[in-house]
C-alpha cells in the first residue's frame, strides 16, 4: 500500500514560477526520496534527505523534512518546460538500527510547465 | 552497463498467457527490486533480492507472481495465468544498498515494462 499522500495531485504553472509539492508518511523513516518520472520512462532519482537533516539543496531543488509532522516537500525553483513530469516522494523505513532500502512511494504530483 | 535494462519494453499478453519480463541492473549492484505500478499511482513494492537470495517477497500480489535472480546479476519476474489486473508498468531497481549496513539507499530504476492483458 501507498505510504502517505502527496498534494497537490497536480499543478499547472509557468515557465519561471517555483513550484512546491508536498508529501507526508506515516512510519518512522530512515531517509526521504524525491524521484521524477517523465511520460512512459523510469524514474529518476533526485534527492535524498536524512531523517536528521531538516533541509538540503541541489542546483535548483530546495527539500525540507519535519520529521514531528511526517512530512516532506519539494520546491523546485524557476521552472521549466523541461520539468514537465509527474514527482514522487518515497520513504526508506528505520527498522532498528538500520534501514531498510526498499522504497514506499507516495502518489506523485503530476507537474505541467507552461512556456 | 550504464544503467538498468529492462526487456521487453511493451508485452500484449492474452488472458491466461505466461509472461516473462527481464531485468539487467547496473554491473556490481548487490540489491535489486521489483517494483509495479498502476496507471496514475505511485510504485509499489513486489520483491526484494540481495545478490542470488530473495529476501523479501512480501509485494507479490499472488502465487501466479514468481521471480527469480539465480546468479546474483539479472533477474526475471515471471507471471503465470495473467489477468487483465495484472496490466501495470513493471519497474527494476539495483542498488548498493546491502541489508543490515548503513550506507545509500538511492535506487537506479529502469525505463519499466509496460504489461497489457487483453
Known amino acids: 500500500s501507498q505510504q502517505g499522500e502527496e498534494d497537490p495531485q497536480a499543478l499547472s504553472i509557468q515557465e519561471g514560477e517555483n513550484a512546491t509539492m508536498n508529501c507526508s508518511y506515516k512510519t518512522s523513516i530512515n531517509n526521504l526520496q524525491w524521484y521524477r518520472q517523465n511520460s512512459g520512462r523510469g524514474l529518476v532519482h533526485l534527492i535524498l534527505i536524512r531523517s536528521n537533516e531538516r533541509e538540503k539543496h541541489s542546483g535548483r531543488l530546495r527539500v525540507t523534512l519535519d520529521t514531528s509532522k511526517k512530512s516532506s516537500s519539494l520546491l523546485i525553483t524557476a521552472s521549466r518546460a523541461a520539468d514537465t513530469a509527474s514527482y514522487f516522494c518515497a520513504t526508506v523505513l528505520q527498522v532498528g538500527g538500520t534501514s531498510y532500502g526498499k522504497l514506499t512511494f507516495g502518489q506523485g504530483t503530476i507537474l505541467t510547465v507552461h512556456p | 552497463g550504464a544503467g538498468v535494462s529492462q526487456s521487453p519494453r511493451y508485452k500484449v499478453a492474452k488472458r491466461g498467457q505466461d509472461v516473462a519480463l527481464r531485468c539487467d541492473p547496473i554491473?556490481?549492484?548487490?540489491?535489486l527490486f521489483w517494483y509495479q505500478q498502476a496507471l496514475g499511482q505511485g510504485p509499489e513494492f513486489l520483491t526484494y533480492f540481495q545478490n542470488e537470495a530473495q529476501l523479501d517477497k512480501s509485494g507479490l500480489p499472488s502465487d501466479r507472481f514468481f521471480a527469480e535472480r539465480p546468479e546474483g546479476s539479472v533477474s526475471t519476474l515471471k507471471i503465470q495465468r495473467t489477468q487483465q489486473e495484472d496490466s501495470a508498468v513493471y519497474l527494476c531497481a539495483s542498488s548498493l544498498w546491502v541489508i543490515g549496513r548503513s550506507g545509500n539507499t538511492e535506487a537506479f530504476f529502469g525505463q519499466g515494462t509496460r504489461l497489457t492483458v487483453v
Open positions: 554491473s556490481g549492484h548487490v540489491s
